[in-house]
């Protein structure tokens, strides 16, 4: 009877620690959040772009103008220029190409 009871409570034991906890995730199982270009360009860059990206302040670009390529814009904002800020340890790649992305909906 005891080794019955043991048995039981051994395999109890491995079924508990071996269980899937709801809150941990497998990597696999895990979705990317979305990263949102235009609400990182309304806390970054407004200061100088402008809501619309036109107001040029502190000599910035104005970005309804911008011919630049997705990969330009992607450098420009990594690296900075002129006097604008180098972003890249700030925001990640993810962030800095949502960033670019967005900043490219704003051209005329």
Request: glycine share 8%; aromatic share 6%; net charge neutral.
């Amino acid at each position: 009877m005891i080794r019955i009871i043991i048995v039981i409570s051994f395999i109890g034991a491995l079924i508990f620690a071996c269980g899937n906890d709801s809150n941990n995730e497998s990597p696999t199982k895990k979705t990317a959040k979305a990263v949102d270009g235009k609400k990182i360009y309304q806390r970054n860059c407004v200061v100088c772009h402008g809501v619309y990206g036109d107001m040029g302040a502190s000599g910035s670009f104005d970005l309804t103008e911008s011919g630049l390529s997705k990969d330009e814009v992607i450098a420009v904002i990594t690296k900075g220029r002129n006097a604008m800020t180098p972003w890249e340890s700030i925001l990640s790649e993810e962030e800095i190409k949502a960033v670019a992305e967005y900043s490219m909906t704003l051209r005329k």
